[in-house]
């Protein structure tokens, strides 16, 4: 397909943004808008019971997932409250006693919010650097580890670039000096194995539409052994344990308990197609533009991200110039701003380099037809755009300069 | 036999508009703060639900903070009002009772309305301007609580009004503007919306902080992306629910029947809070004799599905704080049943309510005379 030819459905790749959702994961929650509409903490009749049954179901399903046991997942509206639920509710049920934290700079901005208030109400937070593939230093994070810390905060995968930390490496490390790991997996649930249990992972966010399942779920893991407390954000009705208190949406619990049960078995093949995707639309890009600049490791990355800058060009010129991709430059949530991704200046990106880069969020119903198709007008649209600032006769460095 | 859902209190079947929509925002992919058109689709159809629940209450679009449900709501208005000191009334729902620890509780009258006087000496009583928070109307019993009154109250010293109005929008006029509150709490689910949905209507001085942070979503009062399908699907709801007036009568006329069949049986019946104005679709009904438990497990059997009090902590009946409060010997609230119609109630729904009730009264009567 040449650039240019116009097409019916736009492509979509922002998956990291939100994803579809999966036909089937749609099917399963149907019912329980319509005939089982019931409020699954009605005790004493049937519509009652079986919106529980079925939100137990699904607790087993997301259980399942991370290799956890289902009493250890609690529902949530999705990973954010999750964030704050897990850094928030920690930092306060051991405040007075152990209040130090450590974290990373390039935490989503939940995390990172969550953590600024904390400084605020009295913890103290390390935020460990990240090297320019992106990844923490193990020496520097046991290094900042003191008596006086309660939790390391750490992303299983990053939003941006992508990358995957040694969480292993992390957790036995966390173990070893009897501190609390909680991880955002939003990104890497249903997208890698994990398994809480080896990783030695003690508190872990996940949300439903970052892999097929509906907006406004999410779960938090809270293991048991060692037992995690915490202070819950919201009170009254006592649902969940006392952690999270609110009437669960068992339609919403159960989408995210089938895209649960479908992430588990796509796991066996869908990151290899996705990766094979991934690494032909980059080679696509790198044989035909000059000036790209991969961000953060491939060699450790989530399969279906991709992040990179297009020298010389601002990121908002080639969005504008290809409406018919869904893309973004940066993450969904800060991404009406201005300002540079502070993702990508942290593993070391120049101003410029960073408002040149690109996210390409592959996913489960991308086709291979459609990453040529964005190849294809990628390639001809920067192409394009670096030869108007050439015929300009300023060269892109400069011209960028002065914008 | 169709089962006969009299629990709406509890959870309200979603109406067929609020499932188009909800559905149709599934069927699309967007994360609203995208700026690609996916997420400008996104965003209008959060724009046009704000619009739809905005109007539900008269209230202006950018009043309206998404939430995750009526406790996210109402956790969001008393947590994030920071140092104030707390005045709630004994009657509300265990997400505003719990959701301060330090609240001081005031008291209601035998007919469950809010002492007034006493609102007011505990206004006299706290050192910094206080938040109030009384509900719109009650959960169990129905009954509508003076809001304006309180309001007039709140002003006179400098406090702040919360009013949960979770139970009340959608079966009562409710006018954002004539309330005079602060700040009110909505749940989609109760008025025919999706679960996992609410909002909190809070003007611009409020001076509220947010419980979840990071993205900057709703103003900065409630980080975390959108959930666009329940968004649209409350906003579906809500549009009916503000052109449902004459819902409100035709509810209220079947829970009549319901009562005056009742008390004329005879039984000695309570219905309790009936001394004043209540939701149309509520009633609070005392069996003589008969433990609520066994009412609702026998109502269940017939195929008729209410409730012994409030549905909430995972199914544990405890005797009603609601009817502790307007002073009901705990024998007598622990023989009450709620009751609430929705708008897929009939006439025959509550005959079969009343007929059940009588059957169940009349066997256990029985029962009680032969062990006598």
């Known amino acids: 397909m040449m650039s240019g030819e116009s097409r019916k459905r736009p492509v979509y790749l922002d998956n990291q943004a939100t994803t579809p959702v999966d036909a089937a994961v749609l099917d399963a929650m149907l019912p329980f808008y319509n005939e089982k509409f019931g409020n699954p903490h009605s005790g004493t009749h049937y519509y009652g019971w079986e919106a529980r049954e079925a939100v137990e179901m699904a607790r087993e399903q997301v259980a399942a997932i991370i290799g956890a046991e289902p009493g250890e997942v609690y529902f949530t509206s999705g990973a954010t409250e999750s964030n704050n639920l897990a850094i928030k509710g920690i930092a306060r049920m051991y405040r007075g006693r152990k209040d130090h934290m450590v974290s990373c700079v390039s935490e989503h901005m939940c995390v990172l919010d969550s953590l600024f208030n904390m400084e605020k109400e009295g913890s103290t937070v390390t935020y460990l650097e990240v090297g320019a593939d992106g990844l923490i230093d193990l020496d520097a994070l046991a290094e900042a580890i003191t008596e006086a810390t309660i939790l390391v905060s750490i992303m299983t995968v990053q939003n941006e670039i992508g990358v995957i930390q040694p969480m292993h490496e992390i957790g036995a490390l966390c173990r070893e000096r009897g501190v609390f790991l909680h991880t955002d997996a939003a990104q890497a649930a249903a997208k890698m194995a994990i398994d809480v249990k080896a990783m030695n992972i003690d508190i872990l966010s996940l949300t439903a539409h970052k892999y097929y399942g509906p907006m406004g779920i999410g779960a938090l893991y809270v293991g048991r052994k060692p037992k995690v407390r915490l202070e819950p954000l919201f009170s009254g009705g006592g649902q969940e344990n006392n952690i999270r208190s609110g009437t669960l949406p068992a339609p919403l619990c159960v989408g995210l308990g089938k895209a649960s049960e479908l992430g588990l078995a796509a796991l066996a093949g869908e990151p290899a197609r996705l990766g094979e995707m991934r690494d032909h639309l980059l080679g696509r890009l790198q044989v035909a533009l000059p000036g790209i600049h991969i961000n953060g490791s491939m060699a450790h990355r989530v399969a279906g991200n991709l992040n990179v800058s297009f020298e010389g060009i601002r990121a908002e010129d080639i969005m504008a110039a290809v409406p018919d991709l869904a893309i973004s430059s940066g993450s969904a949530c800060t991404s009406e701003s201005d300002e540079a991704s502070y993702v990508l200046r942290a593993i070391g990106l120049s101003n410029d380099l960073a408002e040149s880069s690109l996210r390409f969020g592959l996913g489960r119903f991308t086709t291979p037809e459609d990453v040529d198709y964005a190849a294809d007008r990628l390639i001809a649209e920067i192409t394009r755009l670096r030869q108007q600032k050439q015929e300009a006769g300023i060269p892109a460095r400069i011209l960028d300069e002065v914008s | ?372």
């Open chain 2, 1 to 372: 036999m169709r089962p006969i859902y009299l629990d709406h209190n509890a959870t309200t079947p979603l109406r067929r508009a609020a499932a188009d929509a909800l559905a149709g925002a599934m069927a699309e992919c967007g994360n609203a703060s995208s700026v690609h058109w996916a997420g400008r689709r996104a965003r209008a159809r959060i724009d046009d639900a704000r619009d739809a629940v905005a109007g539900l209450l008269g209230a202006q679009p950018a009043d309206v903070v998404f939430t995750s449900g009526g406790t996210e709501a109402n956790n969001l208005a008393l947590r994030g009002s920071g140092g104030r000191p707390v005045i709630v009334s004994a009657i509300e729902h265990s997400s505003v009772l719990e959701a301060r620890a330090d609240a001081d509780l005031c008291p209601v009258d035998s007919d469950g309305r809010v002492d007034l006087d006493a609102l007011r000496e505990a206004l006299e009583r706290t050192q910094a301007p206080a938040l109030v928070s009384v509900m719109m109307a009650n959960n169990e019993t129905g009954v509508i609580q003076p809001i304006a009154a309180a309001a007039e109250i709140c002003r006179q010293y400098g406090a702040l009004l919360h009013c949960d109005a979770v139970q009340a929008a959608g079966k009562m006029a409710v006018d954002w503007r004539d309330l005079g509150a602060d700040m009110v709490s909505l749940s989609a689910h109760k008025i025919g919306g999706p679960q996992g949905v609410g909002a909190l209507i809070v003007g611009e001085k409020s001076g509220l902080k947010p419980l979840l942070t990071g993205g900057g979503q709703e103003r900065g009062l409630r980080a975390g992306t959108e959930n666009l399908p329940g968004i649209a699907g409350f906003g579906a709801a809500a549009e009916i629910a503000a052109g449902a007036g004459t819902e409100y009568t035709r509810l209220q006329v079947l829970r009549d029947r319901i009562e005056d069949t009742i008390a004329a049986l005879g039984a000695g019946a309570r219905f309790h809070g009936n001394g004043a104005a209540r939701l149309g679709n509520t009633s609070c009904i005392g069996m003589p004799g008969v433990l609520a438990e066994t009412q609702v497990m026998a109502f269940d059997l017939e195929g008729i599905m209410v409730s012994a009090g409030a549905a909430c902590s995972s199914g544990k009946v405890r005797p009603s704080h609601v009817l502790g409060a307007m002073g009901v010997a705990e024998d007598q609230a622990n023989q009450a049943v709620r009751v609430s119609l929705g708008w897929d109630s009939e006439a025959t729904d509550a005959d079969a309510f009343v007929a059940a009730w009588w059957q169940l009264f009349e066997r256990l009567a029985a029962t009680r005379a032969s062990a006598a």
